[in-house]
């Protein structure tokens, strides 16, 4: 079966400064990984996908992650984040060909003035 | 564009009452889920349907009952709530393209006293 960790609860950063938010997962299998983001109060939507082919994915509002096989992992990235980027992040993998995900616990990215 | 609809959005329950979450999407999908999410362990998949008059046990399924009896509706009934029961419910859908990929509703706060 599959599982995600997401290391950090929590990630408090600066407005302007670059951020990671740590995803690993473990599987036998092939995969499909996720990242979804949460804002306050509302549901979930989707960041950015790895389906297949470049390891480096470039989802929405600047964001983007890289696959790496030999890692187990999908952490993502922002060159320099924004007040409006404070939300739970959640990192997701499934196994290709089913249809249920599984999600980590969630990373909440506070930015500051 | 409607996506995934969650009615009611909150709902304050007796210990023992009994209530039914309406999930509705518009997009033709197949497959729907419930979701429960919980202060530092993510989401937690109660129940899902890969198609109508299906359903299926997710990893916490005890104390709900689900029903598809249309394809654009997935019902989660609790029977007799508990305390424990206190969460924020998700319902998402997907359209079975086999990645995985799922869109949410805005969520259902439920507490129970």
């Known amino acids: 079966a599959q599982s995600v960790t997401q290391l950090d609860s929590q990630v408090p950063v600066f407005e302007e400064a670059p951020v990671e938010l740590r995803c690993n997962y473990s599987?036998?299998?092939?995969?499909?990984l996720f990242w979804y983001v949460q804002y306050p109060n509302q549901g979930l939507q989707l960041l950015l996908k790895?389906?297949?082919?470049?390891?480096l994915v470039k989802g929405i509002n600047g964001f983007e992650a890289e696959f790496n096989k030999s890692q187990t992992s999908f952490h993502l990235r922002k060159p320099s984040v924004h007040i409006s980027d404070t939300a739970e992040y959640f990192c997701?993998?499934?196994?290709?060909?089913?249809?249920?995900?599984?999600f980590g616990t969630g990373t909440r990215l506070l930015v500051s003035p | 564009n409607a996506g995934v609809t969650q009615t009611p959005k909150f709902r304050v329950l007796k210990t023992g009452q009994s209530m039914t979450l309406l999930c509705a999407q518009d997009?033709?999908?197949?497959?729907m889920y419930w979701y429960r999410q919980d202060p530092g362990m993510g989401l937690r998949l109660i129940h899902y349907s890969v198609g109508e008059g299906t359903t299926a046990k997710g990893e916490v399924p005890d104390g709900y009952n689900v029903s598809r009896l249309k394809k654009q509706n997935f019902l989660l009934g609790l029977e007799s709530a508990a305390p424990s029961q206190t969460s924020v419910y998700f319902c998402?859908?997907?359209?079975?393209?086999?990645?995985?990929?799922?869109?949410f509703g805005e969520g259902s706060r439920l507490t129970v006293l």
């Open positions: 998402a859908s997907s359209g079975g393209d086999s990645t995985g990929e799922l869109f």
């Open positions: 790895y389906l297949s082919g470049s390891t």
């Open positions: 997701a993998v499934s196994r290709t060909g089913f249809q249920k995900l599984v």
């Open positions: 599987s036998s299998v092939s995969v499909y």
């Open positions: 997009m033709n999908h197949e497959y």
